[in-house]
């Protein structure tokens, strides 16, 4: 997702109290239940664009804490002005690209990752970049906690058939793997629809998951 570039949204990002600021940033590491001010479960979504999805979350979830993290300003200043709308203290944004993702968690820091929608850069050089890839899962590998779970919803078939290809050479295994999320019962108890969820379903398009560990 990118939206038309916005004046002064590096600004407001740079004085929201909604977001951890760069600066700040490289003493994350190690610190973020004191970011917090609890030892509640730390969970993150990456590439949330607007932030639908975290926030419903949070909300639905105030024993978790959780992290939106966001490459671009203007998407992330959406996010921040639903907070505005409606504040809760057990969730945080990050704007950065998670190519650093291991810089600003510490070793097991993360309980819980979620990819949604992710961009699918269809090119197969740029296959490294795509969320999912054995490269990003090496640095997601370092964050999140032992036995914890990550996972990934798109309507994006292509994406989703590389995502799986992708586990094994990785060292992940599947512990739920669905080609049509809406239609399975069981997996939609709790589901919380993302806007590219809402937009794609609506559309007729299924939508895939996989739940994964290691
Ligand atoms: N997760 C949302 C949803 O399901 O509605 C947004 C999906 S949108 C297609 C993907 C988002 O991921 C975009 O806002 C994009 O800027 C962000 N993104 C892509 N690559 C990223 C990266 N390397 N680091 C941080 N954000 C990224």
């Known amino acids: 997702m990118r939206l038309r570039n916005i004046t002064g949204s590096r600004d407001v990002i740079a004085a929201s109290p909604y977001v951890v600021q760069e600066a700040v940033q490289e003493d994350c590491p190690g610190t973020w239940h004191e970011i917090f001010g609890n030892n ?11 932030g639908k999805f975290i926030h419903t979350c949070a909300k639905e979830h105030p ?9 671009y300003s203007s998407v992330l200043l ?31 820091e993360v309980d819980k990752i979620y990819l949604n929608f992710s961009d699918p850069w269809p090119k197969d050089r740029h296959a490294k970049r795509r969320l999912p890839s054995r490269e990003f899962l090496a640095r997601y ?14 309507d994006n078939r292509d994406l989703f058939d590389f995502a799986v290809e992708e586990l094994e050479p990785a060292g992940w295994k599947a512990e739920v793997i669905t080609y049509d ?21 609506s559309m007729g398009n299924p939508i895939c998951k996989y739940i994964i560990y290691r």
Do not use: C, W
């Open 40 to 50: 509640h479960p730390i969970y993150i979504e990456i590439g949330m664009g607007k």
């Open 63 to 71: 024993e978790i804490n959780y992290v939106g993290i966001e490459k």
């Open 141 to 154: 590998d370092v964050i999140l906690k032992e036995g914890a779970r990550l996972e990934f919803k798109t």
């Open 78 to 108: 959406r996010a921040i002005q639903k907070m505005e709308e409606e504040e809760l203290p057990n969730l945080k944004f990050l704007r950065m690209d998670a190519e650093d993702i291991a810089s600003v968690f510490g070793k097991g």
């Open 181 to 201: 999320l809406h239609s399975d019962e069981t997996l939609m108890v709790g589901n919380i629809m993302t806007e590219y969820e809402e937009k794609f379903s």
